[in-house]
């Protein structure tokens, strides 16, 4: 972590921002209307699903017990392992399980788990453990180490077997005919556990095209149809990035159409499923900042789990929960980034969801109920301070609001408190999330 600062009254640093901040929110309520955030609690959503705002890519590199307690508070509710295509490039054998279940002890909290197989073959002079055969014996082997995995999924990407790793032989057909055989196989051993895929990557429009002919092959054959959701590569402008997050939107309903569709699933259309997005980013770029280790990327990312968490997806994995290049919520020492912050938030969310409709196209909301008490996220996208008005169907009290942005990031402060100017109205700073508590009046 970083060296705390010497105790002073008020460094002229610290004053010069606290009169810049002043001097923002008063040309904000002089110059900008002021937006309104409007709850409806008639118009009621799905529970606030953990195993989507808390799910996150894991794996045996990460030094979890090291910096156990920082994670700890943002403890994990759904965890997919080996993140990324690590699994296509290792067996899921003892070694692996052992150093699993290890690192599992350290993290908190109890986690769903998924786990993937392994389907690439690798190097022709280092075969891998690949078979039917090997998919059943990891399930023993999990077994007899006390894992409690839910769900397999078979293989990582496959849509880029034959580019990315270079063999043309992996057709659709072809990952289809393995994804059977080793579904079968984890059957066998496990009646009740549940099979993923095809887990295709972000890449566009490849992977969505593979999908469509997955299900068209397979759809009897899968209980949850997962996908990967990677819109940049870590270049272009912020606004374009963030407006990206439609993404999320586009394919859960192009995916749930086509699951529906008799003439495209013929074989599983009458079959009740779920969807997964067991990797997703604002970036793929893993050795790039921008986007991931950011403000912007923290931000992108907590709004795409809270779409996906209202609109059916059953389980969503970041990547990741931390330590992998520039992706993660702790770097490697162990430094909170942006996304540290904005999925810790969304683990204070309990309840069900509730309507929140915004009237500015770059403030986005979603608000969540339990009996009497409400909680509102709020990102501010903008560039400029805003000024923003929540309004409801009921009498609502606000009880207090906090906030982080990137200078809190930077300097691994808590989140911060916003003060209301008027009644149940307060400023975001730019490029900001908050999170609000209401209070229906009795």
């Known amino acids: 972590m970083k060296p705390k ?18 001097a923002v929110t008063v040309a904000t309520w002089a110059n900008a209307q002021v937006a309104t955030v409007r709850i409806d609690p008639s118009r009621a959503g799905p529970p606030v ?14 030094s979890v017990t090291e910096f156990r307690d920082e994670l700890a508070k943002v403890p994990a509710a759904a965890l997919r392992f080996p993140g990324g295509n690590v699994g296509d490039d290792h067996d899921m054998d003892e070694p692996t399980l052992d150093a699993f279940k290890s690192l599992l002890s350290q993290v908190a909290g109890e986690r769903e788990l998924l786990v993937q197989t392994r389907v690439f073959q690798g190097r022709p002079d280092r075969p891998g453990a690949n078979t039917p055969q090997d998919a059943a014996r990891a399930v023993r082997l999990a077994r007899a180490r006390g894992l409690d995995v839910r769900i397999w999924e078979i293989g990582n990407e496959p849509d ?4 990315v790793r270079g063999d043309a032989s992996w057709t659709v057909r072809r990952y289809c005919d393995v994804f059977r055989e080793q579904a079968a196989a984890i ?3 496990d009646p009740k556990a549940l099979i993923a895929g095809p887990a295709v990557s972000g890449d566009q429009p490849g992977a969505p095209l593979f999908l469509e002919r997955f299900v068209e092959l397979c759809g009897d054959a899968v209980d949850v149809l997962t996908w990967h959701i990677y819109p940049t590569g870590g270049d272009g402008t912020e606004e374009a990035a963030l407006a990206t997050v439609t993404e999320v939107d586009r394919l859960t309903a192009r995916f749930s159409a086509l699951w529906k569709d008799r003439a495209r699933n013929p074989l599983g259309h009458k079959r009740s499923i779920r969807f ?13 900042p921008r986007f991931l280790s950011d403000q912007v990327g923290a931000m992108w990312a907590a709004e795409s789990a809270l779409r996906m968490a209202q609109q059916g997806v059953s389980l969503a994995h970041y990547f990741a929960y931390m330590g992998t290049g520039f992706h993660g919520l702790l770097d490697t020492a162990g430094v909170p980034r942006p996304t540290y912050y904005g999925f810790g938030m969304l683990g204070e969310l309990d309840g069900a969801f509730v309507e929140a409709t915004s009237s500015d196209p770059m403030l986005w909301a979603h608000a969540t109920k339990k009996g009497s008490q409400f909680q509102l996220v709020l990102f501010n996208t903008g560039t400029q301070a805003r000024p ?11 009880k207090d609001a906090r906030f982080f942005d990137a200078g809190i990031a930077d300097d691994e402060k808590p989140l911060q408190p916003l003060a209301a100017q008027a009644e149940r109205t ?3 700073p730019a490029r900001s999330m908050a999170i609000v508590r209401l209070e229906l009046a009795p």
Do not use: K
């Open 160 to 163: 880029l077997f034959s580019t």
């Open 388 to 398: 923003v008005r929540i309004d409801g169907q009921a009498a609502l009290t606000l």
């Open 187 to 189: 059957r066998r051993e």
């Open 426 to 428: 307060i400023t975001l």
């Open 5 to 22: 600062a010497l105790p002073h009254p008020l460094p002229l640093r610290s004053l010069a921002r606290c009169v810049g901040v002043f």
């Open 49 to 62: 699903n953990r195993q989507v705002l808390s799910g996150f890519n894991f794996g045996n590199w990460m």
């Open 276 to 288: 997964g997005v067991t990797e997703y980013g604002l970036s793929w770029h893993t050795d790039r």
